[in-house]
Nanobody, 128 residues
Framework: QVNLMESGGGSVQAGGSLRLSCTGR????????LAWFRQPPGKEREGVAS????????SYSDSLKDRFTISQDKATNTMYLQMDSLTPEDTAMYFC?????????????????????WGQGTQVTVTS
């Protein structure tokens, strides 16, 4: 059974940066894609970015692509989310997710329904 665990969350001042990590256990070749989602307080969960585990192809939410960068280290089954120029609006619980859908170079859309495996989340709080 695939297991995902996030780390790296915390509190940071506006304008600062954080790097989140997501370590996967029991990942195998059938898991084609990994992603980050976030859920701000009182709001629905939204997709942030995805990466195909094979080709490393990435996709981003249009509103975040200029400040956030997704990457992976296949050797350690770890995915990262580098977040720069953070604002209080980035305050949210951040989740990593995996799916058996997609392909070697293309991931499903960043909608909850397309992603079947979830981590517990890590809290990011940005103060003004």
């Amino acid at each position: 059974q695939v297991n995902l665990m996030e780390s790296g969350g915390g509190s940071v001042q506006a304008g600062g940066s954080l790097r989140l990590s997501c370590t996967g256990r029991n990942l195998h070749d059938s898991v084609y894609c990994l992603a980050w989602f976030r859920q701000p307080p009182g709001k629905e969960r939204e997709g942030v970015a995805s990466i195909s585990t094979g080709a490393g192809s990435t996709s981003y939410s249009d509103s975040l692509k200029d400040r956030f960068t997704i990457s992976q280290d296949k050797a350690t089954n770890t995915m990262y989310l580098q977040m720069d120029s953070l604002t209080p609006e980035d305050t949210a619980m951040y989740f990593c997710a995996a799916t058996y859908g997609g392909s070697w170079s293309r991931c499903p859309a960043l909608k909850d329904i397309n992603w079947g495996v979830w981590g517990q989340g890590t809290q990011v709080t940005v103060t003004s």
